[in-house]
């Protein structure tokens, strides 16, 4: 491992060091990072894929249920992980109270690699535009949706432009939209 050059991104706000061209410009190289993982595929091996939840070695992840201090996964499905983030230990009582148009949505959010920490303090500039990306450990594949919750879940790191830009701005895929705005009509705390 190499030290990633410059400053995090959080602190450059902070110190008001960022101009707004700079800010513009590194959240579109931000962008294009993300357009790259989007193109990142699962392994289609059978210990693997359509498991979500899932570390690139094999592994569980850290659990938003239960505050990230406990691990979970891999789980078998994409409906799987939501069940369980919404706190729902029965499947007979999940699919009685999400609509079946709502899992169909949920369903059909594609296995993405994720950086589910993806915060302006894990992202390093230099000069003005992006010199890397940091805290890769917690990575893995999760449905697209989950990267759009991680941008627009207003909290330390995920504030200011940052915050504004991922929910005012830009805008995912199709199918993680829409699996975004699905996942909010049964999670109990959702952002925005």
């Known amino acids: 491992m190499t030290r990633v050059p410059g400053t995090s991104l959080l602190e450059a706000a902070k110190a008001g060091l960022l101009s707004p061209d700079m800010q513009r410009d590194i959240l579109h190289e931000v962008c294009d990072v993300l357009k790259a993982l989007d193109t990142l595929r699962q392994p289609d091996e059978p210990e693997i894929s359509g498991k979500v939840m899932l570390s690139t070695s094999g592994h569980e992840l850290p659990d938003p249920r239960y505050f990230f201090e406990e691990r979970s996964g891999p789980f078998p499905s994409v409906l799987a992980l939501w069940m369980h983030v919404a706190s729902y230990d029965d499947v007979d009582e999940f699919e009685r109270d999400v609509d079946v148009g709502i ?15 993806l915060r302006m303090y894990n992202v390093i500039i230099k000069d003005g535009h992006l010199s890397g990306i940091v805290d890769w450990e917690d990575s893995g594949w999760f449905p697209s949706s989950w990267q759009v919750h991680t941008m627009r879940w207003m909290r330390y790191g995920c504030d200011r432009f940052w915050w504004s830009y991922w929910t005012k701005q830009h805008r995912f895929s ?13 999670l109990i705390k959702s952002p925005v």
Do not use: L
Request: charged fraction near 35%.
């Open 174 to 186: 199709d199918e993680a939209e829409a699996a975004y705005e699905a996942s909010k009509t049964f």
């Open 103 to 117: 899992r169909n949505i949920m369903k059909s959010d594609p296995i993405r690699f994720v950086h589910p920490d």
